[in-house]
């Protein structure tokens, strides 16, 4: 079935996956970054994907976080803080029964120092 994967980071509209780069204020090195990665089902009437998301830097896991169900949709969130400098951010949904995996488009964020 197919689904689809959008994240969104710190103080950002959030990432539309049909775009290659989002449109984000950069964060300081000395600032957490709260990054949400929102899970849902392109077909109506289908289940909630379950499961985790592990959110990655480049080649880095950032962490491995469980989805929950809220009212503004399937979603999982991690707060981390990122060194100076450029960060390709992804979010890979690691699937579940009923669910592919799946990975978003990246977010590009460079941080920067104060």
């Given amino acids: ?3 689809s ?4 980071c710190w103080r950002a509209p959030c990432f ?9 204020q950069s964060p300081y090195d000395d600032q957490d970054i709260t990054l949400t990665a929102t899970v849902s089902a ?3 009437n289908s289940e909630a994907p379950l499961g985790m998301v592990e959110f990655i830097d480049g ?3 950032l962490g491995l976080v469980p989805l929950t169900n809220t009212d503004s949709g399937v979603k999982a969130s991690i ?4 060194g100076r400098g450029p960060h390709p951010l992804l979010a890979r949904y690691l ?6 995996v799946s990975i978003s488009a990246p977010v590009h964020l ?3 120092t104060r």
């Avoid at 994967?5 to 969104?8: E, G, I, W």
């Avoid at 707060?79 to 990122?82: F, G, H, N, P």
């Avoid at 699937?95 to 592919?100: E, L, Q, T, V």
């Fill in 79 to 82: 707060a981390v803080r990122l």
């Fill in 110 to 112: 460079v941080v920067n």
């Fill in 5 to 8: 994967l959008a994240l969104c």
């Fill in 16 to 24: 539309n996956p049909r775009r290659r780069s989002a449109s984000l």
């Fill in 42 to 44: 392109t077909e109506t």
């Fill in 95 to 100: 699937g579940d029964a009923a669910f592919d």
């Fill in 1 to 3: 079935m197919p689904r």
């Fill in 59 to 61: 080649a880095t896991s």
